[in-house]
């Protein structure tokens, strides 16, 4: 496992390195917030979906490294910003005027219920124990949960990302020949 490790950990050096120098934001303003997740797949995986979407910039708190092979070279594509706690990260939200949106079990208004301003950051917590900090401290943040109709309680983080950035570019999106048909 320490072997994996370090194999991956140097993967992502070099990506990151290559990310400093290549990536740029895209077309819209949104941006992820991605809150103490693992540095598995998940994070790659978000990237991917970040830079499909095309959106400005993926912020990670306190994920020093990620296996950057699910990113299927997002990487070096979407810009990606490393905080090392929430509160660092949130003051440069707050800088650039961003409104914040955490996604959360126990959240009462759903996705779907608000209309989302150009300049959005949503905010993903760990699969386990969700965001780094407690929403009642941060009125600024408004807590959102995705609607079910199943019993799952809840969605693989990056599959929580897909729908919720869906839903920001069904709202905002300027109209493209980039669409995609299905």
Request: glycine share 4%.
């Amino acid at each position: 496992m320490k072997i994996k490790r370090q194999y991956i950990q140097k993967k992502f050096d070099r990506e990151n390195l290559l990310n400093k120098y290549f990536a740029t934001p895209g077309l819209l303003p949104l941006i992820l917030v991605l809150d103490h997740l693992k540095p598995d797949f998940n994070v790659g995986k978000i990237l991917r979906t970040a830079e499909f979407f095309s959106l400005k910039a993926v912020y990670l708190i306190n994920i020093p490294f990620f296996d950057p092979l699910p990113a299927k070279g997002a990487v070096r594509k979407i810009p990606i910003k490393h905080f090392a706690n929430f509160n660092e990260c949130l003051q440069n939200l707050k800088d650039e005027e961003y409104h914040l949106y955490s996604f959360e079990l126990s959240a009462t208004r759903k996705l779907g219920q608000i209309n989302f301003p150009k300049k959005s950051a949503f905010i993903l917590g760990n699969e386990e124990f969700g965001v780094s900090f407690k929403n009642k401290d941060y009125p600024e943040i408004t807590p959102l949960i995705i609607p079910r109709l199943g019993v799952t309680e809840s969605l693989n983080v990056a599959v929580a990302a897909g729908i919720t950035c869906f839903e920001y570019v069904r709202q905002v999106e300027p109209k493209s020949e980039n669409t995609i048909n299905t």
